[in-house]
């Protein structure tokens, strides 16, 4: 439950804070979160991990499908992954979703050492 | 033009009247493709090389036609005909076949039965390109490439025009050999030289023109994922579509200067400069199959028109 809440605090935080901020506000998003959220460091970094990957993953493919996947495509081929939209949305939430996981690591390993 | 020498120092702007032009020629038509547009008696500079072979095959087309279209004007701007391979048949021709290996008459049977077209399925415009590259590189490497000499490699008419004036001309034989080479060595060794790399383009699958020049619209970048690659499009250098592996006459347009002035055109892009938009290569294949669009010249009276989709509002700050 709490864990859920943590992953549910973190995408929504980091939504909010990505549209006045860079984005590796994310990364403060999910810190935040590790350090109100008390959790053990595993389960933080999985908070904040699936936290940003399901935000950016829908936040991806929410801007990716009214473009028929045409950006997408040519960004995946790019990176040789053969023109696959869905492959690069992957991709590009795994990466904010370590970002997000290390932050809200960061968060717990913090709140244990105060 | 000799930087060393004073003499061509900027001396002044050319009048108005002495530039290169026409008006209501003769023939009906005033042509141009980038080709030398004065003879030997024009006093000034004007450069060195000027293609000659479009604005040749042009005219040729021009004189022929009556009763022009624009129809006409839209198919002869992506005419696929050769003309340097109909001026250099007769020199290839002299090939003695006797001497051919299998492979290499394939190749030359290949390149005797094309129509001297640059269309994408031709395979014999693929033969001619090669041969007549291995042919030159054959009669001049080795006076051209000489160590510490930096020569210019000659026009791309100049072999043809040398070999129609000089029976026996003296490029063809090889210094670094103690025999006296002949044409006829050249064409049989060249043709050689071209089979081997025609076997491995054959391999490949790209003995068709199209294939083999493989034209591709380049993103600034350079970045294949943005780029339109293996285009299915003819022409080369020296033919009226001139499009060549990565560029050529990308803006084609006819105008129909009646009363209205209609307007038709094309280019391989579009009107987006968003990656993103597909807006932005929409025109690409139009462009590489040889049609149109028809243009808008617009009028004041069509301001309110519903192709008007945005405007854009100038006002000066006070």
Known sequence: ?114 | MPGFDSSYMWKGIIPQSENPHMKNPSRGYVSSANQLSVDSSYPYYTGYSFPVYRGYIINRRLDEMSGITVDDMKKLQVDNYNIKAEFARDILMQTDQSKLSNAEKKYFNIWQSWNMRNDTAEQGATVFHLWWEELEKSIWSDELHIKDLPLPWPNETTLIESLHKDSAYRFADNRNTPAVETLQDNLIASLKKASERLDDIDRSGRLAWSNFKDTKVQHLLKLPAFSKLHLPIGGGAGIINATKEDHGPSWRMVIHLTNETEAWGVYPGGQSGNTGSKYFDNFVDDWAKGSYYRLWMMKKTEVKDERVKWTMKFSKKS
Request: hydrophobic share 60%; no cysteine.
């Open chain 1, 1 to 114: 439950m709490k864990l859920l809440v943590a992953i549910l605090l973190t995408a929504l935080l980091a939504l909010v804070g990505g549209m006045w901020l860079p984005w590796w506000s994310i990364a403060i998003a999910s810190l935040l979160i590790g350090l109100l959220v008390p959790q053990r460091a595993g389960r933080a970094f999985l908070a904040g991990f699936l936290g940003i990957f399901l935000l950016w993953a829908i936040y991806s493919l929410s801007k990716d499908i009214p473009n028929d996947g045409l950006l997408s495509a040519k960004v995946a081929d790019m990176f040789s992954l053969g023109r696959n939209s869905i492959l690069i949305i992957l991709v590009t939430a795994f990466v904010g979703g370590l970002v997000g996981g290390f932050g809200g690591m960061t968060g717990s390993f913090l709140r244990s050492s105060r």
